[in-house]
């Protein structure tokens, strides 16, 4: 019987987790450092996620058999790197991989040289040549991305020349980012997607299509968020189109990655774009995109982990089964998120839920449930259909008591 050590403490990992718990292979799951929801599943161990010498330290104490990386700061600090180093089965991509998403230039540069299509863009270190060039192209909106990880703040949609020029300054000029590179880029437009492949190298092992829901309110308004919500799978996209961009995304990407020495081995997450002339890519991330893998991996039949095993050691694995269900799944935020909110609200009634819950940002104190962060808990349905699903997880969520969360009312409405 196998020992897991899963990183991280969102609703991501919460996912993992219980795909993990499923497994018949899997006897004990550690969770570093996990959240209320996780610990009915896992041991929840205080380990930050990017105090890499401390899980190793764990890893190696209690011999541990894989460890499955949630997210990307964890990558970024070179976990997976240590790990193998230590030679111990490791999900997820080395630093030097993770570059994918960590350098947006780093992207940008690898999909001009592979021929993956993408918006045309330059970069630049210097303000004064950013805004030359902004000023010479005069059109708007124009895409303003600072080049590194900013936590979902690093990317201005700017609408005027003022807006880009207040936007280039904070990016190079001031403190805020810290010195760092600017891409400037073509302003795309369509709906936006979620493509997720667990990738060993050539070898590309797709998941479902998701998609996000950033706006925090109802009808795609107000500020971005980490994402209110997600589903699938997604009806505005063709059998066709998604393996056209399998083949000219997903599996383009991981050949140029083994081709220049940087071979993936984990999630290869390609936020993409259906745009009048083909799908595009926006991004990719390094990691499970969260809140779609919520809805994505409670569908997995393979066994998870065999698969997270199998990618982390190279073993060649069969064609991954999903069950055909639609899911849809709704975020429940604090108040004021993604602005400022206060947390140990306490929350009621997630036990009557009929569904899965998972646990974005909870703490337990005393034998009550407690907010602790933004995102809170993210609620999931399935049905045969969307409509279903959604009919489900907006009956079923009102179940669920806490003064202090809100909700959108209207996940899956692209998908209607
Ligand atoms: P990113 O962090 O690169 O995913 O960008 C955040 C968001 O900005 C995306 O989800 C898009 O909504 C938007 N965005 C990024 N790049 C573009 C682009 N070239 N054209 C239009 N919108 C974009
Ligand atoms: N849901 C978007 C992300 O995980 O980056």
Known sequence: MKKVLVIGSGGREHA???????????????????NAGIASLAECVAIADTDVPALLAFAQQQQIDLCVV?????????????????GIPIFGHTKAATQIESSKEFAKQLMARHDVPTAAYRSFADYNEAIAYVRSRGTYPTVLKYDGLAAGKGVVIAQNEAEAD????????????????VVIEDFLQGPEFS??????????????????????????????????????????????EEQWALTHILQKVADAMVAEGKPLTGVLYGGLMKTPEGIRVIEFNA????????????????????????IATGEPLQPL????????????????????????????????????VLHMGTTLRDGHLLTKGGRVLMCI?????????????YAEIQKIHCDNLFYRTDIAHWAL
């Open 16 to 34: 993992i987790v219980y795909a993990l718990s499923r497994s018949a292979q899997v006897d004990h799951i550690f969770c570093a450092p996990g």
């Open 321 to 356: 089964q999903w069950k055909k269900q639609a899911t849809v799944g709704v975020v429940m935020a604090s108040k004021g998120y993604p602005g400022s909110y206060t947390k140990g609200a306490e929350i009621t009634g997630v036990n009557d839920f009929d569904g899965l």
């Open 195 to 240: 493509f997720m492949a667990f990738v060993d190298h050539s070898r590309v092992y797709p998941m479902p299509l998701s998609q996000d829901h950033k706006r925090a309110y109802d009808g795609d308004l107000g500020p971005n968020t980490g994402g209110m919500g997600a589903y699938t799978p997604l009806p505005f996209i063709s059998a066709d």
């Open 70 to 86: 949630g997210p990307e700061a964890s990558l970024a600090a070179g976990v997976v790197d240590s790990f193998r180093a230590a």
């Open 287 to 310: 990691r499970f995109g969260d809140p779609e893998t919520e809805v994505v991996l409670p569908l997995l039949e393979t066994d998870a982990y065999t698969l997270f095993h199998a």
């Open 166 to 181: 207040n936007t280039l300054r904070d990016m190079l000029v001031g403190e805020a980012f810290g010195k760092g590179k």
């Open 381 to 393: 349905a399935h049905g045969k259909d969307i409509p279903e699903a959604q009919q489900r997880v």
